[in-house]
């Protein structure tokens, strides 16, 4: 018996990144973006946690700015269970002022099928892997500002 899952992406709605980052800086704060231009399994949104706090739940081609104090910053993108994807991480050190821009990844991709040597069943093998990384800031906000909608928690 072969069980296959599959779903519809889901894409975030809201305001542009011109339209939804903040007004001003803080020159006592630093200020980081978090996108996800594309990252599977595409069905589910993703918990952003940033030091043990929830900021956002990411769709496709959404993204959540928040400001924080300078110091360790510890990040996880936590993926419902059901996804079968694998929590993503990172930890920086930020400085007061500065921006910050982080990409969220995520792949799923079926790798091979082999019996299982029950009753004729199969086994299905998966890749999952999921991360968070700290882009250049150029190049961040080129991204964003081409694909994605800001989402907030809700």
């Known amino acids: ?19 939804s980052k903040p007004a001003s800086k803080d020159s006592d704060l630093a200020t980081i973006y978090i996108y996800r231009k594309y990252a599977e399994p595409t069905a ?10 929830k900021v956002a739940s990411l769709s496709q081609q959404g993204f959540t700015w928040f400001r924080v104090d300078p110091g360790n910053v510890n990040i996880k993108a936590v993926w ?13 050190m930020a400085k007061a002022g500065a921006e910050y821009y982080v990409e969220l ?3 799923s991709k079926l790798s091979s099928v082999m019996p299982s040597g029950v009753s004729g069943g199969v ?12 882009m250049n ?3 961040g906000e080129q991204i964003i500002t081409e694909c994605c909608r800001y989402q907030k928690e809700q």
């Open 1 to 19: 018996m072969l069980i296959l899952l599959s779903g519809c992406a889901t894409l975030a709605e809201g305001p542009s990144y011109l339209d």
């Open 44 to 53: 589910w949104g993703v918990d952003v946690i940033v030091n043990d706090q």
């Open 80 to 92: 419902p269970a059901l996804s079968g994807q694998k929590t993503g991480h990172l930890q920086f």
């Open 105 to 107: 990844t995520g792949q």
């Open 123 to 134: 086994v299905l093998v998966a890749e999952m892997g999921s991360g968070l990384y700290l």
């Open 137 to 139: 800031s150029i190049v």
